[in-house]
Each structure stands twice: as structure tokens, then as C-alpha cells.
């Protein structure tokens, strides 16, 4: 899910490896989440994580529909751009990202599960910025991953890289590739061009931290974006904009009404909101479920909070959200303080005292 430049994940790759996402996560299928290829043609298409049976079931769909086929013999990892265009949001697309849906549980990646996910990860080189082929060819940094190796550097959102290593760039696995080979703890040299001018720099590669960590280092301390366009109301009051929420501590909750994990979630959310509304507390889930359809689970669940529906997943997309469910906890002046990546009961007394300690803050002051 990524779209906007400043909302999109980053670029990881390596010749080997499950990703280790957050810990204990799990897909809907079996086994460790694993990221699907992207189709031929470029680091600029949509990319889900799956697991391994979940990601031929996803590819199997695909093909049968005419999509792309992907096989995982090649990958540009974490979610290179999932784009939520048309064409994507069909059975295909719901495939992928029920793929995506993720539930933390302590068992799920227990003992040494956890730690071969770990060690593949360490493994896993990092840059930190989402690929695309440049509109005269050539590779585009298209969103680089805030705290990044890649932001660190110094490449911005819309700079061309024009060679790594001495290696002129045509395509974007091109970068993946070398970024593989380099590995972590190395620097790889990449030259630049913004504004018509070619600048050199070095990049220190990091281990891949996690999807999870990733969305966190992109988001914490960030200010929320705004909905892309006006959400429709499921259940609830529903702001026309995250300024309209500006004083009182937000959840924002992404889910999906054929979402395991998300439904388990939902009465925690109902009993924070039941709990300290009055203190300032709102709480807002977003789908991409039709009306109709995210209505009748919001009334079987008994869910207390307002619920809103984004058929075009474009506000998924601006916080850069690539699995469900995923939840932004935003203080009193708009700015996220946390991220929650599936479920995970363990964290919920965590995300509790965050919430007391914003709640207690005092409110930003009135804007003229």
C-alpha cells in the first residue's frame, strides 16, 4: 500500500531469507510471512507479503486472472509500493493482502522459529527507499523510508540514482541486486542527480529491520496525514479530517471485515473507547469493505466506535499501511506516537499507559 511520496515503505533486499516482521506474526496460512515478487518490469508494482503456501495461492489467483505471476524466485522486499489502483483491488488483490493479514500471538514465531527469522533477517540488507523506473528510465527514489540508511545519506523523495558502485542504473533490481551482494554493515556508493545536478554519496547498508519497524521508523513523530479523500460513514460520527480530531488522542484503526485478527481486535478497541472517550479518546476504523458489508460486522462485533469505509484504500495507502490490522495511536497535536502491526494481546497494557500518558497532556493551543 503506498502511493503519496512521505507514506510509502522502503526497499530491502537479499539473495536469501524469510523477513522477520513483527514478532510473533503470522499469515493467514501456515509458516513465516514471506514477501510475493513482483511481477516483470520494475520495482514500482504492488507487492504483498505472504506466507509460503498463502504467496502460490496468491500468484495461482493472479494468473488465473490474467495478473502478474509471482513466483518468489526474486523479490524487492517489503512491499515495494502496494499501489491500490483499479485494477488491483479486485479478488486478486483481497488474496494478497488476506495473505498480509496478520495475528500476533506468542506461539507464532516461538523459540527457534524466532530466532532462524532473526538470523535470516540480519542477514538481509537494507537501504530504505521505494523504487521506481523513472519516467525517462533510469531509477527513482520514489519515497525514501524516514531514519532510513538511504535517508541518512542524504537521497530525497524524486531523486534519480543514476549508478551504485560504479554501475550505471537502468532498472530498479538492478539496485536490488547490488544492495543484495553489498550485504549489511557495508557501504554501497550511489550517485545522485535532483535538479539537474549529479552529486555522489555513500550508504552504510543495515540489517532489514522488520516491516513492522519499518512503518515505525517511517511514521513515529511524523504529523497523521489527512483522509485522501472523504471517508464514508459506516457507523458513528465520522471527522471529514484528521484536523477535526486535533485535541483529543486518536486511534486509527485499518481492518477488514474477513480479517481474523482484526475482529479479535475489535472489542479491546470498543472497551478503550467506552472506557476514556470522555477523556478525550476517539477512536476510527477505516476499510475497504463496502458500506453495507463493514455495517453488518461493525453491529455483530458491537462495535462502539466510529468505523468508516474507504472503497479506493487510498488513506491505507498515505500512512502506508501494508497489513491489516494496523494501528496509529495519534496524540493531542496530530503526531503519531506508536504503531501497532496485528494482533497482540501482550501489548495491549503497553499501548494502555501511551494512552493515559497522552491523554494527560495538555491540549495544542487553538489556531486562529
Known sequence: MGGAAGSAGGLEAAASGAPAGAPGAESRSPGPIQPVAPP???GGDGVAQASGAAMRSAAAQARDRGGPARDGTAWIGYLIEMQFSRSRRGPAWRAALAAACVALSGAALAGGARDAAAQASSRRAWLGVELDTGPAGGVLAKHVVTNSPAGKAGIADGDQIVSADGIQLDDPKQLVARVALVGPGNAINLRIRRGGAERSLSAMLAPFPGAEQILRLDKIGTFAPTWKQPLSAVAGSVPANIGALRGRVVLLDFWATWCGPCRAMSPQLSKWERTYAAQGLSVLGVTSDEVAVASRTAQALG??????????????????????????????????????????????????????????????????
Open 40 to 42: 516483470e518490469g520494475g
Open 303 to 368: 462495535m462502539s466506535y466510529a468505523v468508516a469505509s474507504d472503497k479506493k484504500e487510498a488513506t491505507a495507502s498515505a500512512y502506508g499501511v501494508r497489513a491489516i490490522p494496523t494501528m496509529f495511536v495519534i496524540d493531542k497535536k496530530g503526531v503519531i506516537r506508536e504503531v501497532l502491526v496485528g494482533y497482540d494481546p501482550a501489548r495491549h497494557a503497553e499501548i494502555e499507559k501511551l494512552l493515559l500518558s497522552l491523554l494527560a497532556e495538555p491540549a495544542p493551543a487553538a489556531t486562529p
